[in-house]
């Protein structure tokens, strides 16, 4: 298993940018072959894909999303890092970071909700 954990603000306001962070344990984020995910599921609907970095640091998003969305990492804190400009409440959702190994998102952590509300 491979434990990953989600850290972010919480509440955030509209036009702001949303920040957050999943810190990575068990496995360094550069080792060959693995793609860090983000991905988000707003209240009432199904999970979108926000955008992955790979082991190389090679980063793809969704394109519905790729103006906005902005995925980084400290290989140094074994951490890797999601921004999200110009949100809206619409953006309000649990956003999870996500390992893929081999095509498949086999490690998951436990989400973190952003609201975002004047």
């Known amino acids: 298993q491979v434990p990953l954990k989600e850290s972010g603000p919480g509440l955030v306001k509209p036009s702001q940018t949303v920040s957050l962070r999943c810190t990575v344990s068990?496995?360094?984020?550069?080792?060959?072959?693995?793609?860090w995910n983000w991905i988000r599921q707003p209240p009432g609907k199904g999970p979108e894909w926000m955008g992955l970095?790979?082991?190389?640091?090679?980063?793809m998003y969704n394109p519905s999303l790729k103006n906005r969305t902005s995925i980084s990492w400290d290989t140094s804190k074994n951490q890797f890092s999601l921004d999200l400009l110009s949100v809206t409440p619409e953006d309000t959702a649990v956003y999870y970071c996500?390992?893929?190994?081999?095509?498949?998102?086999?490690?998951w952590g436990q989400g973190t909700q952003v609201t975002v509300s004047s």
């Open positions: 068990g496995v360094s984020i550069t080792s060959n072959g693995f793609a």
């Open positions: 970095i790979l082991y190389d640091g090679r980063t």
């Open positions: 996500a390992r893929m190994s081999r095509s498949t998102l086999d490690a």
